[in-house]
């Protein structure tokens, strides 16, 4: 037997190729493993990209600047089935993670885990609801909460707005959990004011504003008071002479830099305590504010406002609030502003220019406009502040801003008087919903019938036409 050795060496040299081959390939198998360990590794906000119109997974930068600024440690506990996940809420709570070492998040399976949430009193929330904890002290956030729903354009189209609350809830929460001190807020009582709502109280609560009652005919503005609120008086405060001077009280509270919330009604006539807001350059303007054009008014009450949202450059009131939601004003009132020296005033909620107020407003006959009436645009809610003092106040021209029934159909209420008190204690940790759906493309209809031609007739005629062509010339050849 004759021994080959070309036949040897080739043999060889496959023999060592596939070693190579498989060397590689094992190597290659490690780096992807690496690779996507690494990838894995990195935080979600750097390799995972928002494309949805109302960045759903997008992090406010109020809530960056809050948990970037953690200094305690804070764990959500995401009481939902395995499997049932709201793929909204583990994303966001991704993000969450990603912006600092101090939070984290892990989900709990009530199957698995059923006496878990009773420790933090959540045994009767709903599947997917939160727990938000740091250190002894928790919070919970009912699943139920964390979507709003907006029927102000039910009337029109049928349907209602949803918007998405997640964010909005969890770092309110945050801030409450860690926040150094509470702001405290004051509302007054025994003018015929409306008592704070429960929602109002629980929304200020949850920017850690503790609102308590205020009688100033038998007690003084408290030093702690950080914000005064006034809810739509029916009768004046009383001046030096009376028994009381509420009225000082006031003037000197503003003097030392204090911060007032009013409301008002066009039927309530205050002249002691607008002479106070008159010190600001405000004042009201005559009779009730009627909207001319029915997209700006509530199911085509024109007494019931859709107002725009001003642009203000100095008030941090609409900071962090949702300014495609709708706030309704009924039976408001305009606000006039007068240039004033030492004192910078700004509107944050506006008429269209079709509104017009109705002077007559005990002896009404019709809500056409009419001969006399004013025309528009109004300011309806307008910010003030003292430069000298610090003082500042912020007058909303309607008496039903806070209204329960109202918050149940139109949350974004809720949210503007939300967003005006903590911007009068200096917060800027405000965060409002994301609408879950874009908003709809409109399309001429001629615009459209261009593109059903090209898209049903051209190109597919082109297509055809293109595919004979190429048929034609490979036969020729």
């Not at 793929?87 to 984290?104: M, P």
């Not at 919903?433 to 409109?442: M, Q, R, S, V, Y």
């Amino acid at each position: 037997m004759k021994w080959n050795k070309n036949a040897a060496s080739q043999k060889g040299r496959v023999f060592r190729s596939g070693l190579l081959s498989t060397a590689m390939l094992a190597a290659v198998l490690v780096l992807a493993v690496l690779l996507n360990l690494l990838v894995r590794a990195i935080p979600a906000k750097y390799t995972e990209f928002d494309l949805s119109e109302a960045k759903m997974y997008t992090l406010s930068d109020s809530t960056k600047t809050l948990v970037e600024g953690l200094e305690k440690d804070v764990h959500i506990y995401y009481l939902c089935e395995t499997g049932s996940e709201d793929a909204i809420i583990t994303k966001l709570l991704d993000h969450y993670a990603a912006e600092s070492g101090h939070l984290s998040w892990e989900q709990k399976d009530p199957t698995r885990y059923p006496t878990f949430a009773a420790k933090y009193g959540a045994e009767n929330v709903s599947s997917g609801s939160l727990i938000v904890t740091c250190g002894e002290n928790s919070t919970v956030l009912d699943a139920a909460d964390l979507y709003e729903y907006d029927y102000t354009d039910y009337y029109t189209t049928g349907s209602a707005s949803v918007t998405f609350g997640g964010e909005k809830q969890i770092t309110s929460a945050i801030y409450k959990l860690t926040a150094a001190g509470q702001s405290h807020a004051y509302y007054t009582t025994n003018h015929g004011e409306q008592t704070l709502t429960d929602s109002l109280i629980d929304a200020l609560d949850a920017q850690n504003i503790d609102a308590q009652p205020l009688d100033l005919l038998t007690s003084t503005i408290p030093e702690d008071c950080d914000l005064l609120i006034i809810n739509a008086p029916t009768t004046d405060f009383t001046a030096g002479d009376g028994l009381v001077d509420e009225i000082s009280q006031l003037q000197n509270y503003l003097a030392a830099g204090g911060k007032l919330l009013l409301t008002s009604s066009v039927y309530a006539q205050t002249p002691q305590l607008d002479a106070v807001l008159a010190q600001f350059g405000l004042a009201r303007a005559e009779g009730m504010v009627v909207e001319g054009d029915s997209g700006k008014a509530l199911y085509n009450s024109a007494w019931s406002l859709l107002p725009d949202y001003g642009t203000p450059t100095e008030s941090t009131a609409l900071n962090g609030v949702n300014t495609g939601t709708h706030v309704m004003l009924s039976v408001a009132q305009g606000i006039t502003v007068t240039e004033t020296e030492d004192v910078t005033a700004e509107p944050l909620l506006n008429s269209s220019s079709s509104a017009y107020a109705k002077a007559d407003i005990n002896d009404l006959t019709t809500m056409e406009r009419e001969d006399g009436d004013a025309d528009g645009p109004f300011a309806l809610a307008v910010w003030a502040r003292n430069e000298d003092t610090g003082a500042e106040v912020l007058w909303i021209g309607c008496p039903n801003m806070d209204n329960e029934q109202l918050y149940q159909s139109m949350p974004g209420n809720l949210t503007f008087l939300q967003g005006c008190a903590a911007s009068l204690v200096g917060q800027d940790i405000l965060v409002d919903t994301k609408a879950l759906e874009a908003e709809p493309i409109t399309v001429a209809g001629s615009t459209a019938a261009a593109l059903g031609l090209t898209f049903v007739f051209v190109l597919p005629a082109a297509v055809l036409i293109a595919g004979a062509v190429v048929v034609l010339l490979r036969r020729r050849r």
